[in-house]
């Protein structure tokens, strides 16, 4: 029989968009007692005023490619899955912006806005990877070398708060500012302080050609030296990424920009690097990927770009400790880097892998694992006292009555 609540979104958002919660449904081994689906901005209001009127802890859903990333929810009685919520609202290809739904795949967008020689430069290994979850999960790939991170190309945002208020901030222009801090603090919130519902981001144009130069080596000492000099080159690199996996590591940098011109930069810098270096005309198939798959254990790690030798030591040595061989890549010019571990790897082991890592980087969260090394592991890890408790407020100020994926963030917020 129907419960209340249940008869209380079917009203809001009719039969055929609530259902009960199944075993494909759970998060982290829970399972939802409803999900209801929505298709913008005026139905997640409607679902989160229903979740107000009957106390309903709620879990946003999109494709649900990183779901289960970085910690789960102490309990769930709805997931509400937008990704219904599809579509281009306006590509102001004149003004390089591009408003979207929040259930609209990175895909879809990149290629809604490539035909007009412009691009979304927020690359994503995972295809179903969507706009609201790679804002709600801050996830980059390469490119956010040279053109930051998710916070910095969303300009407008929209959100539904945890009691259906609709709340708009930023705008279409890419000069407007107004509420953009806003948009930050959604940003890597992981579904905590309120449902997206929409976004706005600024675009840049499509290179007219890529190339990508790629180094390996034998030892840490000299991978760095080539990280080092690509980035002080005067080649200009679009990003630095690097691959360390099986005892060598691959160095990788991608060079963007006019016909012939970029080739030529390429070359030039590839001799600089040395014989083993080689100028590729496509990206090497690790390139921009996670490390890890969704049955393996992943975490990230960060440190200065100047202290990469310093992580990628640091992770040897926790291997060594550990008797594990993990794989390790990511962003070698920005410090930020994914390491992969079996997904049968002993929680025990984990737990000392990690304790290692933390010692010696600036941190390293347990982005994905199975449940036992998600029970045995601080997913974040400690954070400053100072720190946490403005994190509090904030999910105080949001979210009152803690009913929006509680227990998911740092500190159990």
């Not at 890592?357 to 090394?373: H, I, S």
Request: net charge negative; glycine share 12%.
């Amino acid at each position: 029989m129907a419960t209340e609540a249940e008869k209380a979104l079917i009203t809001a958002l009719g039969a055929e968009n609530v259902r009960d919660g199944q075993h494909s449904d759970e998060i982290g081994g829970i399972r939802p007692r409803l999900v209801a689906s929505v298709d913008g901005t005026e139905s997640t209001a409607a679902a989160m005023r229903v979740a107000a009127e009957y106390d309903l802890r709620v879990v946003p859903r999109g494709s649900g490619s990183k779901l289960e990333w970085c910690g789960q929810p102490d309990d769930v009685d709805v997931v509400l899955d937008v990704s219904p919520a599809t579509g281009i609202v306006e590509h102001a290809a004149g003004d390089l912006v591009v408003h979207v739904k929040a259930g609209t795949t990175i895909a879809d967008v990149q290629y809604a806005v490539g035909v007009a020689g412009q691009q979304l430069a927020i690359d994503q290994p995972l295809s179903l990877a969507t706009a609201g979850g790679v804002i709600a999960t801050a996830t980059s790939g390469p490119c956010r070398y040279s053109y930051g991170g998710v916070r910095d190309l969303l300009i407008g945002i929209t959100v539904v708060r945890a009691d259906g208020t609709v709340t708009t901030s930023g705008g279409k222009v890419v000069k407007n500012v107004a509420g953009y801090d806003l948009g930050k603090i959604y940003t890597g919130s992981f579904g905590t302080l309120g449902v997206i519902t929409e976004a706005i981001f600024r675009l840049h144009p499509l290179p007219d050609e890529n190339r990508w130069i790629s180094l390996t080596v034998a030892d840490i000492p000299s991978a760095t030296e080539g990280v080092d000099l690509i980035r002080h080159s005067q080649a200009m690199p679009a990003a630095i990424e690097v691959d360390d996996a099986d005892g060598s590591i691959t160095v990788c940098a991608q060079l963007s920009g006019r016909p012939n011109a970029t080739h030529a930069r390429a070359v030039e810098l590839a001799a600089a690097l040395g014989e083993h270096a080689e100028v590729l005309e496509r990206a090497p198939e690790w390139w921009g990927g996670y490390p890890f798959d969704q049955g393996g254990i992943g975490l990230r790690i960060g440190v200065a770009p100047a202290k990469l030798a310093d992580a990628l030591a640091a992770v040897r040595d926790a291997a060594s400790g550990a008797g594990v061989s993990p794989t390790v890549r990511g962003a070698a010019g920005l410090g930020v880097l994914h390491v992969a571990l079996p997904g049968k790897t002993e929680p025990g082991t984990l737990a000392g892998f990690v304790a290692t890592l933390r010692e010696r980087c600036e941190y390293a969260v347990l982005v994905n694992g199975p449940k036992p090394a998600v029970d045995t592991v601080d997913v974040w890890g400690q954070i400053e006292p100072g720190v946490l408790n403005l994190m509090r407020r904030t999910k105080d100020q949001f979210d009152p009555e803690h009913r929006l994926a509680p227990g998911r963030f740092v500190g159990g917020i």
